[in-house]
């Protein structure tokens, strides 16, 4: 078989495809990461490992050596387009999750479906394909029965099932399937793959054709309702896309990436599950949206925030499940072997239980920011902004583990203190413009405060450079932040000096660090890649300064790094020139949208908030 071996194949060999409830990776080699975890009432998304052939797969790629491969997503759409050129002819591999939508004839019946669709079409000459498949569950510890049928096959295991339809002749061989089949120009060999509850019935067959035309139909609908003008156009709507895929349409909550245990240093132990929803991520994600035209996903977005917040302050955590689940505990699987090496292979996110002060300045921030675009708070909405915001007032002075979720002791953030100074100014603003009752003086006091003693305590004075925590020395990228949410002007003499000294003394090869670890120890083994949303950040601050050459030639170097389809992981290695990380990454491509605001037309998001 002709196709690169799985584990060989780098992360941006991948593209994403999904339908607003899962998600599944699809490699250059023609090979699909997906598997189905229950939750709740539907499979969550986003559940996918790479380079774990024992995890489960499906392959499909030419028999023959010596193939091109070239690929693209149909325009405007979440449908993969891979075209195999061979010397014997050329095929091309269509991939596409179906869209559970009301308006969709084939699902009208079932919005809660998951389905997985391959198409084989051949275009010119006669193309012969292997198959194979290794169907597993529960992180490939489960292999499920599995029974032929006369339209495919069938694989169960306790709650799960598979159901894959294909005229292709399969056999067993070793607990794998495998088969071989032609197609010829103007020939289409369809296959589809569905997960449901094993104690259900079986989810009922339809016409792949049909519904391949009805997912573009949807696709680009939604992308009609794209309202930017920019040179950069085509780069912001795939990245809107991406961000719509890492939907979870039943909540409206946007999952940071599609993927767990991704190294941030290939071989390295910096492996995280990052398929839960950030709270950090809610105002520059609202932004996105809002400016791009997509009003409705913001609304839902900030429904979904107000949702997993609510109850008590003092219980608010830094990240929640898809439906705002709060137990999210992390374990390793000890039976898989990493992507590249790279091991522990962690299910769950510990960082649930971190206190992460900054936060609380980003909810404020997204209540504030939703209303002044014209989404009205519900009554629900401001009585948790009263409970945040009283909560903060007791507990801002403490210390956290910061932006960053470090491992280590607690300390005093610098970028945590600003961004409780974000909260109350934007109470204070909120109860200006909107009427949010509470104490707006005390409020006025306790930001006067916060801003003096960031500015004493979190301000290497020798360099004229704020630091990452107080009293301290070590940079940190985050504070990059400080312009862009108006704790001072941009053209502030601190600002403009922390900014040139993250260029200078915290990128590689232009390429932007979250911070040195050997600077500001973490707890973890120095060493990881450049963190993408922090050059996007530096660019920002340049746009704001007026620098826009250097702002311009910074995003363009970013959007070079994309993969061949247009997606970002978390960060890139300038050395090895490789996309690291877990992929694709939500805050990514939220910080390219925005910084395409910000250079292509006044008024972005930048602009927007450090103006508030």
Not at 419 to 447: H, N, Q, T, Y
Not at 461 to 484: C, M, N, T, W
Not at 519 to 536: K, Q, R, T, V, W
Request: net charge negative.
């Amino acid at each position: 078989m002709a196709a690169t071996p799985l584990n060989a194949q780098r992360i941006e060999d991948y593209a994403l495809i999904g339908n607003c409830m899962t998600a599944a990776l699809v490699g250059r080699n023609g090979s699909i990461d997906w598997f189905p975890v229950p939750r709740f009432d539907s499979p969550a998304c986003f559940s996918a490992l790479l380079g774990e052939a024992k995890n489960g797969r499906w392959l499909i790629a030419p028999s023959e050596h010596g193939l091109a491969v070239e690929r693209r997503y149909r325009p405007g759409t979440m449908v993969l387009e891979t075209r195999f050129r061979t010397r014997s002819g050329t095929a091309l591999l269509i991939d596409f999750m179906p869209l559970c939508a009301e308006s969709s004839p084939s699902f009208a019946s079932d919005g809660r479906r998951v389905d997985l669709v391959r198409i084989v079409r051949g275009e010119a000459g006669v193309v012969t394909f292997a198959m194979e498949l290794i169907f597993r569950f529960d992180y490939g510890t489960i292999v499920p029965w599995v029974r032929r049928r006369p339209d495919g096959l069938s694989a169960v295991a306790g709650p799960d099932a598979l159901l894959l339809r294909t005229q292709v002749d399969l056999q067993g061989r070793e607990q794998t399937t495998v088969g071989e089949f032609t197609v010829h120009a103007g020939e289409i060999i369809p296959c589809t793959l569905s997960w449901y509850r094993s104690h259900e019935a079986e989810p009922a067959a339809y016409d792949p054709t049909l519904a391949l035309n009805e997912t573009v139909a949807y696709w680009e609908t939604w992308s009609a309702r794209h309202q930017a003008k920019s040179e950069w156009r085509e780069a912001e709507l795939r990245s809107l896309l991406t961000l719509k895929a890492l939907t979870y349409r039943p909540t409206g909550g946007i999952v940071a990436a599609a993927t767990t245990s991704l190294p941030e240093k290939l071989g390295g132990v910096r492996n995280w599950d990052y398929r839960f929803c950030w709270l950090r991520d809610a105002t520059f994600t609202l932004y996105a949206l809002l400016l791009s035209g997509y009003r409705e996903e913001a609304q839902d977005w900030r429904e979904w925030l107000l949702r997993a917040v609510a109850g008590s302050s003092a219980e608010v955590q830094v990240m929640y499940g898809l439906a705002g689940e709060r137990r999210l505990p992390e374990y390793e699987l000890s039976a898989l072997q990493g992507y590249a090496g790279s091991r522990p292979v962690r299910v769950g996110n510990a960082a649930h239980t971190q206190r992460q002060t900054d936060i609380f300045g980003e909810i404020v921030d997204a209540f504030y920011s939703a209303q002044l675009h014209g989404i009205e708070p519900e009554d629900d909405a401001r009585h948790v902004q009263e409970s945040l915001l009283e909560f903060l007032e007791g507990h801002w002075q403490e210390p956290d583990s910061g932006i960053w979720e470090i491992r280590g002791a607690e300390r005093r953030h610098t970028h945590s203190a600003v961004m409780a100074w974000v909260a109350f100014d934007r109470a204070i603003k909120s109860a200006e413009k909107f009427g949010l009752k509470g104490p707006v003086g005390r409020w006025k006091a306790i930001r006067s405060h916060i801003h003096r003693e960031v500015c004493t305590r979190g301000v290497d004075h020798e360099r004229g450079v704020f630091v990452q925590g107080y009293d301290g020395k070590a940079l940190d990228s985050a504070l990059l932040r400080i312009p862009l949410v108006g704790f001072l002007p941009p053209q502030d003499a601190r600002v403009v000096a922390t900014a040139e000294a993250v260029a200078r003394d915290l990128s590689e090869d232009g390429f932007v660090l979250r911070y040195r670890p050997e600077e500001a120890p973490d707890g973890l083994p120095a060493s990881e890649g450049a963190f993408l949303i922090c050059s996007f950040w530096l660019a920002d601050n340049y746009a704001l300064l007026g620098r826009e050459r250097e702002a311009r030639a910074l995003f363009e170097r970013l959007l070079d790094i994309r993969n061949d389809v247009g997606l970002l992981a978390e960060e890139y290695d300038p050395a090895a020139k490789c996309l690291l990380g877990n992929f694709p990454q939500a805050f990514s491509h939220v910080g390219l949208v925005n910084t395409a605001h910000n250079l292509s037309r006044g008024r972005g998001p930048a602009d927007r908030r450090s103006a508030h």
